[in-house]
C-alpha cells in the first residue's frame, strides 16, 4: 500500500487508476486509501455537470473540458453511467463520446456504473472525486446519469453545479418544477442551434425572477457544445462563481456542510453493515415474513433488528 501511494503522490496514473478501483469497490483496503490520501485533497474545484437524459451532457462536458484545457488546466472527468437493474453492469458510453479530449495527458476520465443509488450518483463517488483531487487536478467535472428530477445529489458534491437544458422536449419547465432547478449555480441551454431555443431562455428567466431578490441569480448560457460554441462563457462563468463562493466565505460553509453529509452517510452505511453481520439471518427472515404477512409495521420491525446490535441509550 505504501509504495502504490508514494506512486500516486509521484503522479503515477497506473496507481490512479488501481487506487480508484479499490475505492469504487468499497473494500477495506480502499477505506484505507481514502484516509492516506484525503490530506492531499481539497485543491480542485469540483463541477457538477447535470439535467435530463439527451441534454447533450456528455458533449458538453467533453468540450468544456477541452475549453479548460486551452486555458492549461488540468481535468478529471468522472462520468456516472446507468447500470443494468439485473447484472448492475453499464455500457459506460460517455467514454466513447469524449474520445478526443480522453487522449489528452492534461485529462483524466473515469466511468463509474451508478448501481442503482438514487440521486444521478455512483455509490462511492465522494471518495474517488477525494482520490482524483488528491491526485493534483485543478477540475474535477462530475457527469451525473442523467435520469431525471431527482439528480440533486450532485448540489452537495460540487461547488459549482451546471443544470443543462435543452429546447425542443414538449416539457421544458415541467421538468424544472420539483426542485431540480434550485441547485443549479449555471444554468445552461444547449443545442441552442436548435428551435425554441430563445424561448426556453425567456422561460428560465421567468421562473428565476419568482425567486427571492437578495438570492443569487445564476447565469443562463446558449451553448452548442457539438460546434464549440459558448464554452468560452461557461468555463469563465464557473471561474466566477469559485470567486463568489470565496469573497462571500459560501466555499468554507460549503465544504463543511459537505463534510457533515459525508459524515452522517458513511457513518450510516457502517451501521447497516453492522447490523447485517451480527443479526442472524433467520431474525431478518422472519421479521421479513412479518412484515409482508402485516404483523408488524416495517418501523417496529425495523427497531427490533437495530436493537440486536446496537447500544440502547
Not at 64 to 74: I, N, P, Q, Y
Not at 122 to 145: Q, S
Not at 190 to 200: E, R, T, Y
Not at 225 to 237: C, I, N, P, S, V
Request: charged share 25%; glycine share 10%.
Amino acid at each position: 500500500m505504501d509504495e502504490l501511494v508514494q506512486r500516486f503522490l509521484a503522479g503515477d496514473r497506473r496507481a490512479l487508476a488501481r487506487i480508484i478501483t479499490r475505492v469504487e469497490n468499497s473494500t477495506l483496503e480502499g477505506r484505507d486509501y481514502v484516509r492516506a490520501l484525503f490530506p492531499h485533497s481539497g485543491r480542485a474545484h469540483i463541477v457538477g455537470i447535470t439535467g435530463g437524459a439527451g441534454s447533450g451532457k456528455s458533449t458538453l462536458t467533453g468540450a468544456l473540458t477541452a475549453e479548460l484545457r486551452r486555458r492549461g488546466r488540468t481535468v478529471a472527468i468522472i462520468a456516472v453511467d446507468p447500470s443494468s437493474p439485473f447484472t448492475h453492469g453499464a455500457l459506460l458510453g460517455d467514454r466513447i463520446r469524449m474520445q478526443d479530449v480522453t487522449m489528452d495527458p492534461g485529462v483524466y476520465m473515469r466511468s463509474m456504473a451508478g448501481r442503482g443509488a438514487l440521486g444521478g450518483l455512483a455509490p462511492a463517488i465522494a471518495d474517488v472525486v477525494a482520490v482524483v483531487d488528491a491526485f493534483g487536478f485543478d477540475y474535477v467535472i462530475v457527469e451525473t446519469i442523467g435520469a431525471g428530477q431527482d439528480e440533486v445529489e450532485i448540489a452537495g458534491t460540487a461547488m459549482t453545479t451546471v443544470l443543462v437544458n435543452n429546447p425542443g422536449t414538449g416539457d421544458d419547465i415541467q421538468a424544472l418544477k420539483a426542485g431540480i432547478i434550485e441547485i443549479a449555480d449555471i444554468l445552461v441551454v444547449n443545442k441552442a442551434d436548435h428551435p425554441g431555443a430563445d424561448v426556453l431562455v425567456s422561460q428560465l428567466q421567468a421562473l428565476l425572477a419568482l425567486s427571492p431578490a437578495d438570492h443569487r441569480r445564476p447565469p443562463i448560457l446558449k451553448t452548442i457544445a457539438t460546434r464549440g460554441e459558448g464554452l468560452a462563457q461557461l468555463a469563465d462563468a464557473i471561474d466566477e462563481h469559485r470567486a463568489y463562493l470565496e469573497q462571500t466565505g459560501q466555499l468554507a460553509a460549503h465544504r463543511s456542510e459537505d463534510a457533515r453529509h459525508q459524515l452522517l452517510a458513511i457513518t450510516q452505511q457502517l451501521i447497516l453493515e453492522e447490523i447485517r453481520r451480527a443479526a442472524p439471518e433467520a431474525v431478518i427472515e422472519t421479521l421479513t415474513g412479518r412484515i409482508a404477512s402485516r404483523e408488524l409495521d416495517p418501523h417496529t420491525a425495523a427497531e427490533e433488528l437495530a436493537a440486536l446490535v446496537l447500544p440502547r441509550g
